[in-house]
Nanobody, 123 residues
Framework: VQLQASGGGLVQPGGSLRLSCAASGFTLDYYAIGWFRQAPGKEREGVSCISSSDGSTYYADSVKGRFTISRDNAKNTVYLQMNSLKPEDTAVYYC?????????????????WGQGAQVTVSS
């Protein structure tokens, strides 16, 4: 059971990136997926999550209107489209899977975690 986050990189303020979270060893269809981030010297925080069933989503206020979470069950992948990026979005981004299937911004709800993807927003 493994989650692989990819798509990070260096982008200028106002730019866009798309993070991918691919699963191997299990099917993402039945799991809620969350994206979290951790900036240097700060605690890990929830960014967005999507449920397994009806596609309900949640966004932190800091990213609402700029980030979009989506899932492609055929590809066993969840995406985080990040637009209008700001320097304060700089962080290591992690994806995680929750067997409950329900959206949650609580890290304890997630039993599976991928390795982080570095996102740096800088001019």
């Amino acid at each position: 059971v493994q989650l692989q986050a990819s798509g990070g990189g260096l982008v200028q303020p106002g730019g866009s990136l798309r993070l991918s979270c691919a699963a191997s060893g299990f099917t993402l269809d039945y799991y809620a997926i969350g994206w979290f981030r951790q900036a240097p010297g700060k605690e890990r925080e929830g960014v967005s999550c999507i449920s397994s069933s009806d596609g309900s989503t949640y966004y932190a206020d800091s990213v609402k209107g700029r980030f979009t979470i989506s899932r492609d069950n055929a590809k066993n992948t969840v995406y985080l489209q990040m637009n209008s990026l700001k320097p304060e979005d700089t962080a290591v981004y992690y994806c995680a899977a929750a067997k409950s299937g329900f959206i949650s911004i609580m890290m304890g709800s997630y039993g599976y975690w991928g390795q982080g993807a570095q996102v740096t927003v800088s001019s």
